[in-house]
């Protein structure tokens, strides 16, 4: 047999070789890939561990007692912010949840899959032709990167947040909301701020109790917050066509929030109202628990002083994860919502301002967030408008 035929005969089998190996890692890749987007096993894995040390359960002697500090201490604050709002505050008070670190990621890992189901929906539904190997190569790095950035975000948010309403916010169903207090946060901060640990829980207290009056006591809001927020993150997914030539653009500056920067108008459009509709969450909060406050806790102007000047001590790593994943727009809120909210009490009154609850035509527009007035005029035209019935 000449060299030549043996180099042929060679290479077919090599090649056999090759394509049987490649059919085999083929179909090894699709298995691995699955079908979603996020491993949320994974990511509760990931987050956990980097918790660490931090993520310690609490004890049960520690969260019985911190959860009779909380219900005594809701049901002392409810008839003074009730007051300050004009109506009662809704049941969701009686409940409150102590959790640990571990436990809020574990209860948020529920909100952000509710969110990135609907993504995949879209995904899935625009995908055109059959599954490929390339496709669940991407799909498969991509799952490893998003579980690591989800984890990641996770930790770091369990380490900050004190208190949260409804973790199932965005969840559909009549079910009520409830009041968690991440204890060993709370506690933590409390210690940094060299705040008695008992005072600082009731001011923190204070301000969930106002979230859930925001939406126990307006069936419309729950539903129109979670449709708002699907709507967002399915047009972030549904839209993404120059998405690297806008990156480029956002990085090279410009007006306004990075975030903002990347979306298209009709992304941007319903990402304002969405965050219209955070700052007045939030302000509204922040200017009921200011009203409130001095009737409940006599020192807490120093205690709302030290809290407020907590993030001059951020580090430059934790203000560029803030300034990276948006979080920084939060902080944004509580200020611009609590300047609207001011602002309309002192022209027109708190009934005034309440109006914002009647439903959604009422919610303030981003700008008008910015400039109260135009608010009060366009709520005041509606009125006229309907011969004084709002």
């Known amino acids: 047999m000449s060299r030549h035929s043996t180099r042929l005969g060679t290479g077919i089998v090599v090649g056999g070789l090759l394509a049987l190996g490649a059919s085999v890692a083929s179909r090894e890749i699709m298995r691995r890939a699955g079908t979603h987007l996020i491993d ?15 993520g310690a359960p609490l ?14 201490t809701l049901l002392r604050i409810e008839p003074i912010v009730a007051e300050e709002i004009g109506s009662p505050l809704p049941a969701a008070l009686e409940t409150p949840a102590v959790v640990d670190r571990r436990e809020w990621v574990d209860l948020n890992l529920a909100t952000f899959r509710v969110l990135l189901e609907r993504v995949e929906r879209v ?3 625009s995908q055109e032709g059959p599954d490929t190997t390339g496709r669940a190569v991407s799909r498969w790095v991509n799952r490893t990167v998003g579980n690591q950035q ?51 829980r009731t001011f923190i207290a204070l301000h969930e109790a106002t979230h859930a009056f925001e939406f126990e006591a307006h069936e419309w809001l729950r539903p129109y917050f979670a449709g708002l927020v699907a709507e967002t993150v399915e047009q972030l997914a549904a839209e ?10 956002a990085a090279a500056g410009g007006q306004g929030h990075w975030l903002e920067r990347i979306m298209t108008p009709r992304q941007r459009d319903t990402f304002n109202r969405t965050q219209a509709l955070m700052s007045l969450l939030e302000g509204y909060s922040n200017h009921v628990m200011n009203a409130a406050g001095a ?13 407020e000047r907590r993030g001059e001590r951020r580090g430059a790593v934790e203000r560029a994860i803030m300034r990276v994943t948006g979080l920084d727009l939060k902080m944004e809120q509580y200020a611009a919502g609590e300047r609207f ?11 005034f301002l309440n109006r ?6 009422f919610l303030p527009s981003l700008e008008e967030i910015r400039a109260p007035d135009r608010w009060i005029e366009r709520i005041e035209q509606r009125q006229g408008a309907a011969g004084g019935v709002t």
Do not use: C
């Not at 520690?62 to 009779?68: C, D, I, P, S, V």
């Open 40 to 54: 949320w096993e994974a990511v509760r894995e990931i987050a956990h561990r980097r918790l660490g040390e931090a």
């Open 59 to 72: 004890a049960a002697r520690h969260r019985a007692e911190a959860e009779a500090f909380y219900r005594e």
């Open 123 to 125: 995904i899935t539904d």
């Open 150 to 200: 989800l984890g990641f975000m996770l930790a770091f948010l369990g380490r900050k947040v004190l208190g949260q309403y409804d973790v199932s916010l965005l969840a559909a169903g009549p079910t009520r909301g409830r009041l968690h207090f991440v204890e060993p946060n709370i506690v933590g901060s409390a210690a940094s701020m060299r705040l008695p640990r008992d005072e600082f």
């Open 240 to 249: 993404s066509g120059g998405l690297m030539g806008r990156l480029r653009d």
């Open 295 to 307: 009737g409940i806790l006599p020192n807490f102007e120093e205690i709302h002083h030290r809290f």
């Open 341 to 351: 909210a001011d602002a309309v009490i002192a022209s027109r009154g708190r009934d």
């Open 356 to 361: 914002v609850w009647t439903g959604p035509a």
